[in-house]
């Protein structure tokens, strides 16, 4: 097997996952209130993680109604493919995600996925078996979010690894600064074009396993080639 001094860090809801997990949660089983928050927080007044406990409190739902509501929600179907050629040449991956620890390994458990290491908020059931709240094991002094990515893509910096981040959103946007290199999706795409930072734009992981043996090769990470391929179309 091949030896590669990468690791990948990469998103869950909206990246891996078809459709972001906790907003398909809200829109079925949240009480008045959840969207609130949410403007709140888009608009910057509070901090991922507020915005996140105050949502999980919203949340009116038996582990039975997540479990079955779970099982309706997809992933990438190439990121399998992706997760497989990662292994073959040697790369650690971590599943980096503001979004909640149980619904990534139920999810992931459908597809045989459920050996990746997931760095994620925890979602605690309650005395009432309908409501739940929200703990947040990764979040880091000075970060308002629910997982400091940061600070996950700094401790493979200090073991002497290269990162590349896939990623889709906002929680992205302060790791992908810190990132080697970037694959990003949606929103992630305009902040690293108007940030410099190097990165490729994908739809999905087909196109991420057709760029990974370029990036292995170390073909993607001059700036030249970066502003060739980031401005196409």
């Known amino acids: 097997m091949a030896v590669s001094n990468w690791t990948v860090l990469c998103d869950f809801d909206g990246t891996i996952s078809v459709e972001d997990v906790i907003d398909s949660l809200l829109v079925r089983f949240g009480e008045p209130g ?27 739902m038996s ?3 997540l479990d079955a509501h779970l099982a309706e929600l997809w992933i990438d179907p190439a990121f399998p493919a992706f997760h497989a050629a990662l292994r073959a040449q040697g790369i ?6 503001d979004g909640l620890d149980y619904a990534i ?17 925890a979602l605690q059931p309650t005395a009432d078996p309908k409501h739940w709240w929200l703990e947040s094991p990764f979040s880091a002094e000075g970060c308002a979010s629910g ?15 290269k990162t590349l981040l896939i990623g889709d959103g906002v929680s992205d ?8 290199f ?7 795409i305009e902040h690293c074009r108007a940030a410099g930072i190097p990165y490729v734009p994908i739809t999905g992981f087909a196109e991420a396993l057709e760029w990974l043996p370029r990036l292995l090769r170390g073909d993607l990470e001059s700036i030249t080639e970066y502003l060739e391929i980031s401005h196409v179309g």
């Open 182 to 188: 970037v694959f990003a999706k949606h929103r992630l």
């Open 173 to 180: 946007f302060c790791v992908a600064d810190r990132a080697d």
């Open 34 to 60: 959840w969207e609130t928050l949410e403007r709140d927080w888009r608009a910057g007044r509070i901090g991922s993680r507020e915005c996140m406990q105050g949502q999980t409190r919203l949340l009116q």
């Open 105 to 121: 390994h139920n999810i992931l458990a459908r597809f045989g996925m459920d050996d990746l290491d997931v760095v994620a908020n």
């Open 92 to 97: 650690p991956i971590r599943v980096v995600s």
């Open 63 to 65: 582990r039975d109604q």
């Open 147 to 161: 997982t400091c990515k940061c600070a996950v893509a700094r401790m493979a910096r200090e073991q002497g690894r």
